[in-house]
Protein backbone atom coordinates (compact mmCIF):
# COMPACT_ATOMS: atom_id res chain seq x y z
CA UNK A 1 0.00 0.00 0.00
CA UNK A 2 2.55 2.66 1.19
CA UNK A 3 4.38 1.88 -2.16
CA UNK A 4 1.45 2.55 -4.60
CA UNK A 5 1.23 5.78 -2.53
CA UNK A 6 4.83 7.13 -3.18
CA UNK A 7 4.54 5.53 -6.88
CA UNK A 8 1.57 7.43 -7.42
CA UNK A 9 2.94 10.53 -5.75
CA UNK A 10 6.01 10.56 -7.46
CA UNK A 11 4.13 10.38 -11.22
CA UNK A 12 2.39 13.52 -10.03
CA UNK A 13 5.52 15.74 -9.52
CA UNK A 14 6.45 16.03 -13.12
CA UNK A 15 3.12 16.21 -14.50
CA UNK A 16 2.86 19.22 -11.94
CA UNK A 17 6.09 20.37 -13.43
CA UNK A 18 5.14 19.92 -16.89
CA UNK A 19 1.92 22.14 -16.21
CA UNK A 20 3.87 25.28 -14.83
CA UNK A 21 5.71 25.48 -18.25
CA UNK A 22 2.63 24.83 -20.12
CA UNK A 23 1.19 28.08 -18.42
CA UNK A 24 3.89 30.03 -18.38
CA UNK A 25 4.75 29.62 -22.22
CA UNK A 26 0.69 30.16 -23.19
CA UNK A 27 1.01 33.58 -21.25
CA UNK A 28 4.18 34.59 -22.99
CA UNK A 29 2.76 33.73 -26.51
CA UNK A 30 -0.03 36.33 -26.04
CA UNK A 31 -0.29 39.20 -29.40
CA UNK A 32 -0.43 42.16 -29.08
CA UNK A 33 1.92 42.51 -26.10
CA UNK A 34 -0.39 43.45 -23.21
CA UNK A 35 2.11 45.72 -21.94
CA UNK A 36 1.47 47.84 -25.30
CA UNK A 37 -1.25 49.70 -24.06
CA UNK A 38 -2.16 50.66 -20.20
CA UNK A 39 -5.24 52.11 -18.83
CA UNK A 40 -4.20 55.40 -17.70
CA UNK A 41 -7.03 57.83 -16.03
CA UNK A 42 -10.23 56.15 -17.17
CA UNK A 43 -8.49 55.92 -21.19
CA UNK A 44 -6.48 53.62 -22.92
CA UNK A 45 -2.41 54.88 -22.72
CA UNK A 46 -0.33 53.97 -25.41
CA UNK A 47 3.68 53.48 -23.99
CA UNK A 48 6.75 54.75 -26.54
CA UNK A 49 9.11 51.98 -26.93
CA UNK A 50 11.39 53.75 -24.32
CA UNK A 51 8.31 53.78 -21.90
CA UNK A 52 7.62 50.10 -22.95
CA UNK A 53 11.20 48.88 -22.25
CA UNK A 54 11.34 50.52 -18.68
CA UNK A 55 7.79 48.76 -17.88
CA UNK A 56 9.34 45.67 -18.90
CA UNK A 57 12.66 46.05 -17.01
CA UNK A 58 10.67 47.12 -13.84
CA UNK A 59 8.45 43.98 -14.00
CA UNK A 60 11.47 41.86 -15.22
CA UNK A 61 10.64 40.54 -18.49
CA UNK A 62 13.65 41.94 -20.24
CA UNK A 63 15.68 38.77 -18.56
CA UNK A 64 15.68 35.61 -20.29
CA UNK A 65 12.92 33.45 -20.41
CA UNK A 66 14.31 30.46 -17.76
CA UNK A 67 15.26 33.53 -15.35
CA UNK A 68 11.61 34.44 -15.31
CA UNK A 69 10.68 30.98 -15.25
CA UNK A 70 12.60 30.53 -12.21
CA UNK A 71 11.28 33.77 -10.77
CA UNK A 72 7.92 32.49 -11.02
CA UNK A 73 8.32 29.18 -9.52
CA UNK A 74 10.06 30.84 -6.55
CA UNK A 75 6.68 32.72 -6.17
CA UNK A 76 4.61 30.55 -6.33
CA UNK A 77 6.61 28.00 -4.09
CA UNK A 78 6.33 31.26 -1.22
CA UNK A 79 2.98 31.32 -2.13
CA UNK A 80 3.46 34.68 -3.63
CA UNK A 81 0.88 34.86 -6.73
CA UNK A 82 1.37 38.25 -7.39
CA UNK A 83 -0.69 40.98 -8.25
CA UNK A 84 -3.60 41.54 -11.18
CA UNK A 85 -1.72 43.10 -14.42
CA UNK A 86 -4.07 46.13 -13.96
CA UNK A 87 -4.95 46.50 -10.70
CA UNK A 88 -1.60 46.65 -8.56
CA UNK A 89 -3.55 46.66 -5.53
CA UNK A 90 -5.92 43.96 -6.22
CA UNK A 91 -3.57 40.88 -4.81
CA UNK A 92 -4.55 37.39 -6.68
CA UNK A 93 -3.52 35.18 -3.35
CA UNK A 94 -6.49 37.73 -1.50
CA UNK A 95 -8.64 36.74 -3.99
CA UNK A 96 -8.18 33.25 -4.11
CA UNK A 97 -9.19 33.23 -0.52
CA UNK A 98 -12.34 35.39 -0.81
CA UNK A 99 -13.63 33.83 -3.74
CA UNK A 100 -12.42 30.23 -3.59
CA UNK A 101 -14.36 28.80 -0.50
CA UNK A 102 -17.73 30.00 -3.04
CA UNK A 103 -16.31 27.85 -5.80
CA UNK A 104 -15.72 24.98 -4.00
CA UNK A 105 -18.65 24.81 -1.74
CA UNK A 106 -20.84 25.28 -4.87
CA UNK A 107 -18.90 21.96 -6.61
CA UNK A 108 -19.32 19.82 -3.29
CA UNK A 109 -23.21 20.91 -3.15
CA UNK A 110 -23.50 19.57 -6.41
CA UNK A 111 -21.84 16.66 -6.15
CA UNK A 112 -24.61 15.96 -2.99
CA UNK A 113 -27.44 16.60 -5.62
CA UNK A 114 -26.19 14.63 -8.15
CA UNK A 115 -25.74 12.07 -5.94
CA UNK A 116 -29.11 12.48 -4.50
CA UNK A 117 -30.48 12.12 -7.81
CA UNK A 118 -28.41 9.48 -9.90
CA UNK A 119 -28.45 6.87 -7.18
CA UNK A 120 -31.69 6.77 -6.32
CA UNK A 121 -32.53 6.61 -10.80
CA UNK A 122 -29.88 4.40 -11.36
CA UNK A 123 -30.53 1.77 -8.81
CA UNK A 124 -34.63 2.22 -10.10
CA UNK A 125 -33.63 1.89 -13.30
CA UNK A 126 -31.36 -1.09 -13.12
CA UNK A 127 -33.50 -2.85 -10.49
CA UNK A 128 -37.10 -2.87 -12.59
CA UNK A 129 -34.89 -2.73 -16.30
CA UNK A 130 -37.39 -2.64 -19.10
CA UNK A 131 -40.39 -1.35 -17.00
CA UNK A 132 -42.24 2.38 -17.75
CA UNK A 133 -39.60 3.07 -14.62
CA UNK A 134 -36.45 2.18 -16.58
CA UNK A 135 -37.66 3.91 -19.78
CA UNK A 136 -38.92 7.01 -18.00
CA UNK A 137 -35.53 7.72 -16.40
CA UNK A 138 -33.60 6.70 -19.05
CA UNK A 139 -35.77 9.11 -21.68
CA UNK A 140 -35.14 11.68 -18.73
CA UNK A 141 -30.99 11.19 -18.38
CA UNK A 142 -31.08 11.44 -22.05
CA UNK A 143 -32.26 14.55 -22.05
CA UNK A 144 -30.78 16.28 -19.72
CA UNK A 145 -27.26 14.94 -20.92
CA UNK A 146 -27.81 17.20 -24.28
CA UNK A 147 -28.66 20.32 -21.71
CA UNK A 148 -25.64 22.60 -21.39
CA UNK A 149 -25.61 23.43 -17.79
CA UNK A 150 -25.39 26.88 -17.79
CA UNK A 151 -28.45 27.42 -20.46
CA UNK A 152 -30.28 25.66 -17.57
CA UNK A 153 -28.85 28.10 -15.15
CA UNK A 154 -29.90 31.01 -17.54
CA UNK A 155 -33.61 29.52 -17.57
CA UNK A 156 -33.89 28.87 -14.28
CA UNK A 157 -33.39 32.93 -13.65
CA UNK A 158 -35.46 34.04 -16.52
CA UNK A 159 -38.37 31.84 -14.67
CA UNK A 160 -37.90 33.26 -11.30
CA UNK A 161 -37.60 36.91 -12.57
CA UNK A 162 -40.78 36.79 -14.45
CA UNK A 163 -42.51 34.79 -11.83
CA UNK A 164 -41.03 35.81 -8.75
CA UNK A 165 -39.41 39.33 -9.34
CA UNK A 166 -36.70 37.71 -7.24
CA UNK A 167 -33.15 36.63 -8.92
CA UNK A 168 -30.26 35.39 -6.85
CA UNK A 169 -27.62 38.00 -5.39
CA UNK A 170 -24.62 38.97 -6.53
CA UNK A 171 -22.80 40.30 -3.71
CA UNK A 172 -19.97 37.72 -1.89
CA UNK A 173 -21.64 36.35 1.07
CA UNK A 174 -19.83 33.54 3.60
CA UNK A 175 -21.55 30.52 4.26
CA UNK A 176 -20.63 31.49 8.12
CA UNK A 177 -20.77 35.35 7.62
CA UNK A 178 -24.36 35.21 6.22
CA UNK A 179 -25.57 31.87 5.54
CA UNK A 180 -28.91 33.16 3.96
CA UNK A 181 -27.71 35.04 1.27
CA UNK A 182 -25.01 32.52 0.60
CA UNK A 183 -27.26 30.01 0.20
CA UNK A 184 -29.63 31.78 -2.08
CA UNK A 185 -26.52 32.37 -4.45
CA UNK A 186 -25.41 28.57 -4.21
CA UNK A 187 -28.14 26.79 -4.34
CA UNK A 188 -29.15 27.73 -8.18
CA UNK A 189 -25.58 26.59 -9.92
CA UNK A 190 -25.41 23.78 -7.88
CA UNK A 191 -29.01 22.64 -8.40
CA UNK A 192 -27.87 22.68 -12.20
CA UNK A 193 -25.01 21.23 -12.08
CA UNK A 194 -25.72 18.93 -9.92
CA UNK A 195 -28.53 17.96 -12.53
CA UNK A 196 -26.17 17.21 -15.18
CA UNK A 197 -24.32 15.46 -13.20
CA UNK A 198 -26.95 13.77 -11.73
CA UNK A 199 -27.67 12.46 -15.48
CA UNK A 200 -24.32 11.00 -15.87
CA UNK A 201 -24.14 9.01 -12.20
CA UNK A 202 -28.02 7.35 -13.05
CA UNK A 203 -25.96 6.31 -16.70
CA UNK A 204 -22.92 5.01 -14.96
CA UNK A 205 -24.67 3.20 -11.95
CA UNK A 206 -27.31 1.71 -13.87
CA UNK A 207 -25.28 0.20 -16.86
CA UNK A 208 -22.62 -0.72 -13.53
CA UNK A 209 -25.35 -2.30 -11.41
CA UNK A 210 -26.60 -4.50 -14.41
CA UNK A 211 -23.53 -6.15 -15.04
CA UNK A 212 -23.14 -6.86 -11.44
CA UNK A 213 -26.56 -8.51 -11.05
CA UNK A 214 -25.56 -10.85 -13.35
CA UNK A 215 -22.82 -12.28 -11.57
CA UNK A 216 -22.82 -15.16 -9.61
CA UNK A 217 -21.84 -14.31 -5.91
CA UNK A 218 -25.91 -12.11 -6.79
CA UNK A 219 -27.25 -15.28 -7.27
CA UNK A 220 -25.86 -17.15 -4.33
CA UNK A 221 -26.91 -14.16 -2.41
CA UNK A 222 -30.75 -14.32 -3.75
CA UNK A 223 -30.53 -18.07 -3.73
CA UNK A 224 -29.72 -18.63 -0.32
CA UNK A 225 -33.17 -16.15 0.48
CA UNK A 226 -31.90 -12.90 1.64
CA UNK A 227 -34.63 -10.33 1.04
CA UNK A 228 -33.83 -8.44 -2.37
CA UNK A 229 -33.26 -5.21 -0.19
CA UNK A 230 -30.84 -6.88 0.82
CA UNK A 231 -29.12 -8.11 -2.03
CA UNK A 232 -29.10 -4.64 -3.46
CA UNK A 233 -27.69 -2.41 -0.77
CA UNK A 234 -25.49 -4.75 0.78
CA UNK A 235 -24.28 -7.26 -2.11
CA UNK A 236 -24.43 -5.38 -5.50
CA UNK A 237 -24.52 -1.51 -5.04
CA UNK A 238 -21.18 -1.26 -2.62
CA UNK A 239 -19.32 -2.89 -5.77
CA UNK A 240 -21.23 -0.67 -8.37
CA UNK A 241 -20.31 2.26 -6.56
CA UNK A 242 -16.85 2.11 -7.53
CA UNK A 243 -16.70 3.73 -11.18
CA UNK A 244 -19.00 6.41 -9.34
CA UNK A 245 -16.67 7.68 -7.13
CA UNK A 246 -14.03 7.77 -9.71
CA UNK A 247 -16.12 9.73 -11.58
CA UNK A 248 -17.54 11.72 -8.46
CA UNK A 249 -13.87 12.85 -7.88
CA UNK A 250 -13.21 13.70 -11.18
CA UNK A 251 -15.98 15.65 -11.08
CA UNK A 252 -15.28 17.63 -8.09
CA UNK A 253 -11.82 18.36 -9.57
CA UNK A 254 -13.33 19.16 -13.19
CA UNK A 255 -15.70 21.56 -11.70
CA UNK A 256 -13.43 23.95 -9.38
CA UNK A 257 -12.18 25.50 -12.54
CA UNK A 258 -14.63 24.25 -14.56
CA UNK A 259 -17.64 25.75 -13.58
CA UNK A 260 -17.39 28.98 -15.42
CA UNK A 261 -19.98 29.14 -17.46
CA UNK A 262 -22.57 28.52 -15.10
CA UNK A 263 -20.54 31.08 -12.58
CA UNK A 264 -21.36 33.60 -15.72
CA UNK A 265 -24.82 32.53 -15.66
CA UNK A 266 -25.88 33.25 -12.45
CA UNK A 267 -22.81 35.85 -12.11
CA UNK A 268 -21.76 34.04 -8.57
CA UNK A 269 -18.47 35.91 -7.60
CA UNK A 270 -16.26 32.25 -7.56
CA UNK A 271 -13.26 32.35 -8.90
CA UNK A 272 -14.72 30.71 -12.32
CA UNK A 273 -15.71 34.30 -12.75
CA UNK A 274 -12.78 35.52 -11.62
CA UNK A 275 -10.56 34.00 -14.39
CA UNK A 276 -13.40 34.59 -17.39
CA UNK A 277 -12.94 38.48 -16.36
CA UNK A 278 -9.15 37.87 -16.76
CA UNK A 279 -9.58 36.53 -19.70
CA UNK A 280 -11.46 39.30 -21.45
CA UNK A 281 -9.47 42.06 -20.05
CA UNK A 282 -5.94 39.90 -20.79
CA UNK A 283 -5.21 40.27 -17.17
CA UNK A 284 -2.38 37.71 -17.78
CA UNK A 285 -1.07 37.57 -14.12
CA UNK A 286 -4.34 36.53 -12.85
CA UNK A 287 -4.77 34.21 -15.91
CA UNK A 288 -1.57 32.51 -15.08
CA UNK A 289 -1.75 31.80 -11.17
CA UNK A 290 -5.90 30.61 -11.68
CA UNK A 291 -4.93 28.49 -14.23
CA UNK A 292 -2.14 26.73 -12.29
CA UNK A 293 -4.51 26.49 -9.07
CA UNK A 294 -6.85 24.85 -10.62
CA UNK A 295 -4.72 22.49 -12.66
CA UNK A 296 -2.44 21.75 -9.01
CA UNK A 297 -6.51 21.28 -7.50
CA UNK A 298 -7.40 19.24 -10.26
CA UNK A 299 -4.17 17.05 -9.80
CA UNK A 300 -4.54 16.60 -5.94
CA UNK A 301 -8.12 15.72 -5.82
CA UNK A 302 -6.98 13.22 -8.84
CA UNK A 303 -4.38 11.66 -6.79
CA UNK A 304 -6.67 11.33 -3.52
CA UNK A 305 -9.61 9.46 -5.06
CA UNK A 306 -6.89 7.18 -6.70
CA UNK A 307 -5.69 6.91 -3.18
CA UNK A 308 -9.76 6.23 -2.40
CA UNK A 309 -10.02 3.81 -4.32
CA UNK A 310 -7.16 1.79 -3.92
CA UNK A 311 -8.44 1.89 -0.47
CA UNK A 312 -11.74 0.33 -1.31
CA UNK A 313 -11.01 -1.84 -3.99
CA UNK A 314 -7.19 -3.77 -3.48
CA UNK A 315 -7.02 -5.19 -6.72
CA UNK A 316 -6.08 -1.93 -8.08
CA UNK A 317 -2.69 -1.61 -5.60
CA UNK A 318 -1.41 -5.09 -6.81
CA UNK A 319 -1.35 -3.91 -10.73
CA UNK B 1 -27.57 -17.22 -71.85
CA UNK B 2 -27.92 -17.22 -68.18
CA UNK B 3 -24.35 -17.62 -67.95
CA UNK B 4 -23.38 -15.05 -70.32
CA UNK B 5 -25.10 -12.76 -68.12
CA UNK B 6 -23.59 -13.61 -64.92
CA UNK B 7 -20.35 -13.24 -66.08
CA UNK B 8 -21.27 -9.92 -67.60
CA UNK B 9 -22.62 -9.27 -64.06
CA UNK B 10 -19.45 -9.94 -62.68
CA UNK B 11 -17.46 -7.80 -64.99
CA UNK B 12 -19.21 -4.84 -64.31
CA UNK B 13 -18.79 -5.39 -60.65
CA UNK B 14 -15.18 -5.75 -61.70
CA UNK B 15 -15.34 -2.33 -63.55
CA UNK B 16 -17.29 -0.59 -60.59
CA UNK B 17 -15.79 -0.81 -57.52
CA UNK B 18 -16.72 2.48 -56.67
CA UNK B 19 -20.51 1.51 -56.97
CA UNK B 20 -20.15 -1.63 -54.93
CA UNK B 21 -18.41 0.17 -52.25
CA UNK B 22 -21.55 2.46 -51.89
CA UNK B 23 -23.87 -0.44 -51.99
CA UNK B 24 -22.26 -2.17 -49.16
CA UNK B 25 -22.34 1.25 -47.55
CA UNK B 26 -26.09 1.52 -48.18
CA UNK B 27 -26.39 -2.02 -47.08
CA UNK B 28 -24.83 -1.75 -43.69
CA UNK B 29 -26.04 1.98 -43.01
CA UNK B 30 -29.95 0.17 -43.39
CA UNK B 31 -28.61 -2.46 -41.18
CA UNK B 32 -27.64 0.52 -38.36
CA UNK B 33 -30.98 2.09 -38.88
CA UNK B 34 -32.89 -0.79 -38.52
CA UNK B 35 -31.06 -2.10 -35.45
CA UNK B 36 -32.03 1.07 -33.45
CA UNK B 37 -35.01 3.08 -34.15
CA UNK B 38 -33.84 5.44 -31.74
CA UNK B 39 -30.69 5.85 -33.71
CA UNK B 40 -32.40 6.64 -36.70
CA UNK B 41 -34.20 9.19 -35.15
CA UNK B 42 -30.81 11.16 -34.20
CA UNK B 43 -29.79 10.27 -37.75
CA UNK B 44 -33.01 12.20 -38.94
CA UNK B 45 -32.18 15.04 -36.81
CA UNK B 46 -28.53 15.34 -37.71
CA UNK B 47 -29.80 15.03 -41.74
CA UNK B 48 -31.96 17.86 -40.86
CA UNK B 49 -29.30 20.19 -39.13
CA UNK B 50 -26.86 19.10 -41.98
CA UNK B 51 -28.96 20.90 -44.12
CA UNK B 52 -30.15 23.85 -42.64
CA UNK B 53 -26.36 24.29 -42.00
CA UNK B 54 -25.70 23.48 -45.54
CA UNK B 55 -27.65 26.41 -47.08
CA UNK B 56 -29.37 28.17 -44.30
CA UNK B 57 -30.68 30.73 -46.18
CA UNK B 58 -33.34 28.34 -48.01
CA UNK B 59 -34.62 28.29 -44.46
CA UNK B 60 -34.17 31.46 -42.68
CA UNK B 61 -36.80 34.16 -43.35
CA UNK B 62 -34.57 37.57 -42.88
CA UNK B 63 -30.61 38.01 -43.55
CA UNK B 64 -29.11 37.45 -40.09
CA UNK B 65 -27.28 40.76 -39.92
CA UNK B 66 -30.58 42.55 -41.49
CA UNK B 67 -31.75 45.29 -38.23
CA UNK B 68 -35.66 45.71 -38.02
CA UNK B 69 -35.60 49.51 -36.81
CA UNK B 70 -39.18 49.30 -36.01
CA UNK B 71 -38.95 46.39 -34.15
CA UNK B 72 -36.63 45.87 -31.27
CA UNK B 73 -36.50 42.92 -28.95
CA UNK B 74 -40.19 42.48 -29.88
CA UNK B 75 -41.43 39.00 -28.79
CA UNK B 76 -41.92 36.32 -31.26
CA UNK B 77 -44.96 37.36 -33.49
CA UNK B 78 -46.13 36.22 -37.29
CA UNK B 79 -43.51 38.46 -38.59
CA UNK B 80 -40.61 37.10 -36.86
CA UNK B 81 -41.14 34.03 -35.12
CA UNK B 82 -38.39 33.83 -32.63
CA UNK B 83 -38.63 37.28 -32.14
CA UNK B 84 -36.12 39.83 -32.32
CA UNK B 85 -33.28 40.22 -30.23
CA UNK B 86 -31.29 43.66 -28.64
CA UNK B 87 -30.17 44.98 -32.32
CA UNK B 88 -33.54 44.44 -33.57
CA UNK B 89 -32.40 41.52 -35.70
CA UNK B 90 -34.34 38.36 -36.56
CA UNK B 91 -33.66 35.27 -34.22
CA UNK B 92 -34.74 32.87 -36.40
CA UNK B 93 -32.80 33.70 -39.20
CA UNK B 94 -29.84 33.96 -36.48
CA UNK B 95 -30.94 30.74 -35.27
CA UNK B 96 -30.48 29.14 -38.66
CA UNK B 97 -27.00 30.73 -39.51
CA UNK B 98 -25.74 29.79 -36.45
CA UNK B 99 -26.56 25.67 -37.09
CA UNK B 100 -23.94 25.91 -40.21
CA UNK B 101 -20.98 27.79 -37.07
CA UNK B 102 -21.87 25.11 -34.50
CA UNK B 103 -21.21 21.96 -36.89
CA UNK B 104 -18.30 23.86 -38.80
CA UNK B 105 -16.30 24.32 -35.43
CA UNK B 106 -17.59 20.46 -34.06
CA UNK B 107 -17.01 18.85 -37.07
CA UNK B 108 -13.77 20.63 -38.13
CA UNK B 109 -12.20 20.22 -34.51
CA UNK B 110 -13.48 17.00 -33.30
CA UNK B 111 -11.91 15.47 -37.09
CA UNK B 112 -8.45 17.45 -36.57
CA UNK B 113 -8.17 16.15 -32.99
CA UNK B 114 -9.35 12.56 -33.29
CA UNK B 115 -7.38 12.29 -36.21
CA UNK B 116 -4.37 13.37 -34.29
CA UNK B 117 -5.27 11.25 -31.16
CA UNK B 118 -5.38 8.44 -33.21
CA UNK B 119 -2.33 8.46 -35.01
CA UNK B 120 -0.66 9.30 -31.44
CA UNK B 121 -2.61 6.83 -29.60
CA UNK B 122 -1.54 4.03 -32.22
CA UNK B 123 2.22 4.54 -32.73
CA UNK B 124 2.72 5.18 -28.54
CA UNK B 125 0.48 2.15 -28.21
CA UNK B 126 1.97 -0.36 -30.84
CA UNK B 127 5.46 1.36 -30.17
CA UNK B 128 5.56 1.16 -26.61
CA UNK B 129 8.61 1.51 -24.36
CA UNK B 130 10.15 5.09 -23.89
CA UNK B 131 8.06 6.30 -26.31
CA UNK B 132 5.31 5.43 -24.58
CA UNK B 133 6.35 6.41 -20.80
CA UNK B 134 7.76 10.07 -22.65
CA UNK B 135 3.98 10.25 -24.14
CA UNK B 136 1.94 8.97 -21.17
CA UNK B 137 3.82 12.01 -19.40
CA UNK B 138 2.73 14.47 -22.20
CA UNK B 139 -0.47 13.56 -22.28
CA UNK B 140 -0.42 13.62 -18.47
CA UNK B 141 -0.39 17.16 -18.14
CA UNK B 142 -2.73 17.90 -21.11
CA UNK B 143 -5.11 16.03 -18.40
CA UNK B 144 -4.49 17.64 -15.54
CA UNK B 145 -6.45 20.46 -16.62
CA UNK B 146 -10.02 20.48 -16.78
CA UNK B 147 -11.05 20.45 -20.18
CA UNK B 148 -12.72 24.23 -20.39
CA UNK B 149 -9.85 26.12 -18.24
CA UNK B 150 -7.38 24.25 -20.74
CA UNK B 151 -9.32 25.79 -23.78
CA UNK B 152 -9.71 29.21 -22.40
CA UNK B 153 -5.29 29.03 -21.31
CA UNK B 154 -5.22 28.51 -25.24
CA UNK B 155 -7.87 31.12 -25.96
CA UNK B 156 -6.30 33.95 -24.17
CA UNK B 157 -3.36 33.32 -25.54
CA UNK B 158 -4.38 33.08 -29.35
CA UNK B 159 -7.11 35.25 -29.18
CA UNK B 160 -10.81 34.60 -29.84
CA UNK B 161 -11.82 33.61 -33.45
CA UNK B 162 -13.33 30.83 -35.28
CA UNK B 163 -9.41 29.25 -36.14
CA UNK B 164 -8.66 29.86 -32.26
CA UNK B 165 -11.78 27.81 -31.09
CA UNK B 166 -11.32 24.50 -33.32
CA UNK B 167 -7.75 24.63 -32.61
CA UNK B 168 -8.72 25.10 -28.84
CA UNK B 169 -11.43 22.26 -29.11
CA UNK B 170 -9.11 20.29 -31.27
CA UNK B 171 -5.90 20.10 -29.10
CA UNK B 172 -8.17 19.13 -25.60
CA UNK B 173 -9.70 15.78 -28.04
CA UNK B 174 -6.24 15.01 -28.10
CA UNK B 175 -4.86 13.14 -25.36
CA UNK B 176 -8.71 11.37 -24.25
CA UNK B 177 -8.79 10.21 -27.78
CA UNK B 178 -4.85 8.94 -27.91
CA UNK B 179 -5.72 7.02 -24.28
CA UNK B 180 -8.71 5.35 -25.63
CA UNK B 181 -6.58 4.06 -28.96
CA UNK B 182 -3.43 3.23 -26.95
CA UNK B 183 -5.36 1.33 -24.79
CA UNK B 184 -7.18 -0.67 -28.17
CA UNK B 185 -3.62 -0.71 -29.35
CA UNK B 186 -1.90 -2.14 -27.01
CA UNK B 187 -4.39 -5.73 -27.15
CA UNK B 188 -4.29 -5.65 -30.83
CA UNK B 189 -0.88 -5.55 -30.78
CA UNK B 190 -0.88 -8.96 -28.98
CA UNK B 191 -2.38 -10.72 -31.41
CA UNK B 192 -1.23 -13.09 -33.54
CA UNK B 193 -1.62 -11.62 -37.41
CA UNK B 194 0.87 -8.88 -35.70
CA UNK B 195 3.35 -11.18 -34.61
CA UNK B 196 2.76 -12.45 -38.03
CA UNK B 197 3.26 -9.81 -40.22
CA UNK B 198 6.41 -8.81 -38.17
CA UNK B 199 7.96 -12.21 -37.76
CA UNK B 200 7.79 -11.96 -42.18
CA UNK B 201 9.80 -8.90 -42.18
CA UNK B 202 6.95 -5.57 -42.25
CA UNK B 203 8.97 -2.84 -41.07
CA UNK B 204 7.17 -1.07 -37.48
CA UNK B 205 5.73 1.66 -39.79
CA UNK B 206 4.06 -0.56 -42.01
CA UNK B 207 2.44 -3.16 -39.04
CA UNK B 208 1.37 -0.12 -37.60
CA UNK B 209 -0.71 1.42 -40.20
CA UNK B 210 -1.68 -1.67 -41.90
CA UNK B 211 -2.01 -3.99 -39.31
CA UNK B 212 -3.15 -1.93 -36.52
CA UNK B 213 -4.48 1.11 -37.35
CA UNK B 214 -7.54 -0.34 -39.27
CA UNK B 215 -8.78 -2.43 -35.96
CA UNK B 216 -8.75 0.47 -34.16
CA UNK B 217 -11.13 2.11 -36.50
CA UNK B 218 -14.23 1.34 -35.21
CA UNK B 219 -13.44 2.42 -31.77
CA UNK B 220 -12.05 5.93 -33.82
CA UNK B 221 -15.92 6.36 -34.98
CA UNK B 222 -17.53 5.70 -31.78
CA UNK B 223 -15.28 8.06 -29.86
CA UNK B 224 -15.49 10.76 -32.59
CA UNK B 225 -18.86 10.51 -32.51
CA UNK B 226 -19.35 10.71 -28.69
CA UNK B 227 -17.28 13.39 -28.82
CA UNK B 228 -19.02 15.62 -31.24
CA UNK B 229 -21.68 16.50 -28.75
CA UNK B 230 -19.25 17.35 -26.19
CA UNK B 231 -17.63 19.49 -28.93
CA UNK B 232 -20.61 21.32 -29.04
CA UNK B 233 -21.61 21.89 -25.77
CA UNK B 234 -17.58 23.49 -25.65
CA UNK B 235 -18.10 25.54 -28.34
CA UNK B 236 -21.23 26.86 -26.91
CA UNK B 237 -19.98 27.17 -23.48
CA UNK B 238 -16.99 28.93 -25.20
CA UNK B 239 -19.23 31.61 -27.36
CA UNK B 240 -21.12 32.12 -24.26
CA UNK B 241 -18.27 33.52 -22.15
CA UNK B 242 -17.58 36.03 -25.08
CA UNK B 243 -14.47 33.24 -26.16
CA UNK B 244 -15.92 31.80 -29.14
CA UNK B 245 -16.48 33.19 -32.45
CA UNK B 246 -17.32 36.84 -32.20
CA UNK B 247 -20.50 38.58 -32.77
CA UNK B 248 -21.71 39.66 -35.08
CA UNK B 249 -21.54 35.91 -36.56
CA UNK B 250 -24.41 34.40 -34.90
CA UNK B 251 -23.84 31.68 -33.03
CA UNK B 252 -26.03 29.45 -30.56
CA UNK B 253 -23.21 30.44 -27.85
CA UNK B 254 -22.71 34.39 -28.45
CA UNK B 255 -26.59 34.44 -29.12
CA UNK B 256 -27.32 33.62 -25.54
CA UNK B 257 -23.88 35.30 -24.16
CA UNK B 258 -25.67 38.51 -25.54
CA UNK B 259 -28.46 37.83 -22.85
CA UNK B 260 -25.98 38.21 -20.10
CA UNK B 261 -26.33 42.30 -20.56
CA UNK B 262 -30.25 42.36 -19.08
CA UNK B 263 -30.54 39.46 -16.72
CA UNK B 264 -32.87 41.61 -15.05
CA UNK B 265 -35.62 41.79 -17.71
CA UNK B 266 -34.59 39.25 -20.15
CA UNK B 267 -36.35 38.80 -22.89
CA UNK B 268 -37.56 35.10 -22.83
CA UNK B 269 -37.53 34.05 -26.39
CA UNK B 270 -33.59 35.20 -26.42
CA UNK B 271 -32.98 32.60 -23.94
CA UNK B 272 -35.29 30.02 -24.72
CA UNK B 273 -34.63 29.23 -28.59
CA UNK B 274 -30.63 29.11 -28.94
CA UNK B 275 -30.62 26.94 -25.79
CA UNK B 276 -33.47 24.45 -27.44
CA UNK B 277 -31.40 24.32 -30.99
CA UNK B 278 -28.34 23.40 -28.97
CA UNK B 279 -30.30 20.84 -26.88
CA UNK B 280 -31.73 18.97 -30.22
CA UNK B 281 -28.15 19.06 -31.75
CA UNK B 282 -26.42 17.66 -28.87
CA UNK B 283 -29.54 15.07 -28.62
CA UNK B 284 -28.95 14.09 -32.02
CA UNK B 285 -25.43 13.28 -31.90
CA UNK B 286 -25.72 11.64 -28.54
CA UNK B 287 -28.40 9.47 -29.91
CA UNK B 288 -26.80 9.03 -32.89
CA UNK B 289 -23.17 8.02 -30.85
CA UNK B 290 -24.80 5.41 -28.84
CA UNK B 291 -26.46 3.38 -31.47
CA UNK B 292 -23.44 3.59 -32.72
CA UNK B 293 -21.76 2.24 -30.40
CA UNK B 294 -23.92 -0.46 -29.51
CA UNK B 295 -23.89 -1.23 -33.94
CA UNK B 296 -19.97 -1.17 -34.03
CA UNK B 297 -19.31 -3.18 -30.72
CA UNK B 298 -21.14 -3.82 -27.58
CA UNK B 299 -18.32 -4.88 -25.33
CA UNK B 300 -16.76 -1.36 -25.95
CA UNK B 301 -19.84 0.32 -23.66
CA UNK B 302 -17.86 -0.31 -20.66
CA UNK B 303 -14.63 0.85 -21.70
CA UNK B 304 -16.12 4.22 -22.70
CA UNK B 305 -18.70 4.82 -19.96
Known amino acids: MGKYFLRRLLLAIPTIFGVTILIFLAMRVIPGDPLRSIIGEGQIYVLSDKELADVKASLGYDKPLVIQYLAWMQDVAKGNLGYSFWQKDKSIADMVIRRGPITLQISIMALLVAWAIGLPAGIISAVKRNTVADYSIRGFVTLLMAIPNFWLGLAIILFTVIFFRWRPPMELATLWGNPWQNLQMTIGPAIVMGFSFGAIIARMVRSSMLEILRDDYVRTANAKGLASSTVIFRHALRNALLPTITISGLYLGATIGGAVAVERAFSVPGLGLSLIYAVQARDWTVIQSLVLLFAVAYIIINLVVDYIYAFIDPRIRYE | ?305
Open chain 2, 1 to 305: MLGSDTSEESAQKKENPLINLCRSWASSFWRFIRSSPIGAFGVFLLILLGIIGLAPGLFAPYDPDKIFFDSLKTPPDSEHWAGTDFLARDSLSRIFYGARITLIVAIISIFIGDVLGFIWGVATGYLGKKFDLISQRILDMFIAFPTIILALLILAALGAGLFTIIAAIALIRIPSTARVIRSVALSVKETQFVEAASAIGASELRVMFRHVAPQCFAPLLIVASAGLGSAIFTEAALSFLGMGVPPPTPTWGNMLGGVLNELFQPPWWLVIFPGVAITLTVLAFNLFGDALRDYLDPRLRGRLD
